[in-house]
């Protein structure tokens, strides 16, 4: 048995998908997470862009397997990205990611989309709620006409602004927090088992996916694994990895900035959303005409066994 050491960032999804790498490919893995401000090797990095570039101390020898959510405000953290993905293998879960780093001159070997996260309980024979939302909550920053950056409420990320609201039109409905943060109308949660977390996104019909930009996408996929009808912005990950989600237009935009005080790993996303209104539309006439879900196809595309053995 391969033993490796896994850095990845502390965000739930990639420890999630660590675990879950290392499961399928029988390794046994050590795994080091948090800020790391010294020097350290280790065999694989599983995070975003520029997590990759700020922990830059964090020294992978075998791959590194990232998720791109933007783009770089410096061309040195272009360049650290390109060093690194020239000295080791990098993959990406989009072909949106890979058109991203490619622009940049960065080495992609292959699109290795995100798995469902074993084990995937059966579907449900009853569904109790109408709309069901669940993600975590945080605010990024903005930067204004001054040049100074503040956290704003168009770049909270997860779209809970929106949920209010969906929350008034459908009574038959409920919000889990994942990180426990307060969020009107909504249930705080830590899930240690990922089969809770695959049973609570089985309580509704509809899956509202409120997110205004994504890396990949992995609530909603676990939602329609579960046989879940999924409502979502039309924001490009989604659109490419899960075809099957209904879409609403996104007419609004803003720029938003990650780690805006750290001139080398400085980066930017654009969050879009549309008409609440339309959203709500959708999601009632989803209800009402439930689009087919052909959860089995779902889950045999995103299959761990199939997609992480290729990182072997």
Same mark, same amino acid.
């Given at each position: 048995?391969?033993?490796?050491?896994?850095?990845?960032?502390?965000?739930?999804?990639?420890?999630?998908?660590?675990?879950?790498?290392?499961?399928?490919?029988?390794?046994?893995?050590?795994?080091?997470?948090?800020d790391?401000? %010294? *020097?350290?090797d +280790?065999?694989?990095?599983? @995070?975003?862009?520029?997590?990759? #570039?700020?922990?830059? !101390?964090v020294?992978? /020898?075998?791959?590194?397997?990232?998720?791109?959510?933007g783009?770089?405000?410096?061309?040195?953290?272009?360049r650290?990205?390109?060093?690194?993905?020239?000295?080791?293998?990098?993959?990406?879960?989009?072909?949106?990611?890979?058109?991203?780093?490619?622009?940049?001159?960065?080495?992609?070997?292959?699109v290795?989309?995100?798995? %469902? *996260?074993?084990? +995937?309980?059966?579907?449900? @024979?009853e569904?109790?709620?109408? #709309?069901?939302?669940? !993600?975590?909550?945080? /605010?990024?920053?903005?930067?204004?006409?001054?040049?100074?950056?503040?956290?704003?409420?168009?770049?909270?990320?997860?779209?809970?602004?929106f949920?209010?609201?969906?929350?008034k039109?459908?009574?038959g409905?409920?919000?889990?927090?994942?990180?426990c943060?307060?969020?009107?109308?909504?249930?705080?949660?830590?899930?240690?088992?990922?089969?809770?977390?695959?049973?609570l996104?089985a309580l509704?019909?509809?899956?509202?996916h409120?997110?205004?930009?994504?890396?990949?996408?992995?609530?909603?996929?676990?939602?329609a694994a579960?046989?879940?009808?999924?409502?979502?912005?039309?924001?490009?990950?989604?659109r490419?990895?899960?075809?099957?989600?209904?879409?609403?237009?996104?007419?609004?935009?803003?720029?938003?900035?990650?780690?805006?005080?750290?001139?080398?790993?400085?980066?930017?996303?654009?969050?879009?959303?549309?008409?609440?209104?339309?959203?709500?539309?959708?999601?009632?006439?989803?209800?009402?005409?439930?689009?087919?879900?052909?959860?089995?196809?779902?889950?045999?595309?995103?299959?761990?066994?199939k997609l992480?053995?290729?990182?072997?």
């Amino acid at each position: 048995m391969q033993q490796l050491v896994v850095y990845h960032t502390n965000v739930t999804s990639y420890s999630i998908i660590a675990r879950e790498i290392c499961r399928v490919n029988g390794w046994q893995c050590r795994y080091i997470t948090g800020d790391l401000w %010294l *020097p350290i090797d +280790v065999d694989a990095f599983i @995070g975003s862009q520029f997590d990759a #570039v700020k922990w830059h !101390n964090v020294r992978p /020898r075998r791959f590194a397997y990232i998720t791109v959510e933007g783009q770089f405000d410096s061309a040195h953290a272009w360049r650290a990205l390109r060093d690194l993905c020239d000295r080791i293998t990098c993959y990406v879960p989009t072909q949106w990611g890979r058109a991203v780093l490619e622009a940049h001159g960065v080495k992609v070997q292959d699109v290795i989309p995100h798995a %469902l *996260p074993e084990p +995937v309980p059966g579907p449900p @024979g009853e569904r109790p709620l109408d #709309v069901i939302y669940l !993600n975590a909550h945080y /605010r990024f920053y903005c930067r204004d006409k001054f040049g100074l950056f503040s956290q704003c409420d168009s770049c909270e990320r997860k779209g809970w602004r929106f949920w209010p609201e969906i929350r008034k039109a459908f009574p038959g409905s409920l919000g889990f927090v994942s990180n426990c943060e307060v969020v009107d109308g909504a249930v705080g949660f830590k899930a240690k088992d990922i089969v809770d977390v695959y049973r609570l996104l089985a309580l509704g019909r509809v899956y509202a996916h409120l997110s205004t930009h994504e890396g990949f996408g992995l609530n909603p996929l676990m939602a329609a694994a579960m046989g879940a009808a999924v409502v979502s912005w039309d924001i490009v990950p989604v659109r490419e990895v899960l075809p099957e989600a209904v879409l609403v237009p996104a007419q609004s935009c803003a720029t938003c900035y990650l780690y805006p005080h750290d001139i080398m790993a400085r980066g930017t996303f654009t969050a879009c959303w549309g008409s609440v209104g339309e959203f709500i539309e959708a999601v009632r006439r989803a209800l009402g005409s439930p689009p087919a879900v052909d959860w089995q196809a779902v889950r045999q595309k995103f299959s761990a066994q199939k997609l992480y053995a290729r990182l072997a």
